[in-house]
């Protein structure tokens, strides 16, 4: 049987906040330990039939891109319900809120770059 390893490495700076994110894995494509701003891990506990999550993100994360990271999981997410239930519904669903949230974050980033008038 095949086995496949996935590692992460947290450099955390003297008040435990993540300064840098380190991950390797077996079928990493990438040579050696490759850097990333965050990481979002969730595993379902089937003894207490509930969610384990572990967020983390570097202080440096930009926070349009922490929302647009968001947006993708989300949308990962309607995938795998599709695939993993057929529940086309619930991922319609999830892919809707997905826009909806994608259209306001475009919105909110047009706002914060519009020129303040002036010369």
Not at 3 to 18: A, G, H, M, Q, Y
Request: include cysteine.
């Amino acid at each position: 049987m095949k086995k496949s390893e996935i590692r992460f490495t947290v450099e955390l700076d003297p008040s435990n906040v993540p300064d840098k994110i380190f991950w390797d894995a077996t079928d990493n494509p990438n040579e050696g330990l490759s850097d990333t701003k965050a990481i979002a891990v969730a595993l379902w506990d089937h003894y207490h039939r509930s969610t384990m999550k572990i967020d983390l993100w570097t202080k440096d994360m930009e926070v349009l891109d922490m929302k647009r990271f968001i947006i993708e999981i989300m949308s990962g997410l309607a995938d795998t319900a599709m695939t993993a239930t057929g529940d086309q519904l619930m991922a319609d669903d999830i892919e809707n809120l997905c826009r909806t949230i994608s259209k306001r974050v475009e919105e909110e980033f047009k706002a914060q770059n519009q020129p303040t008038g002036g010369k």
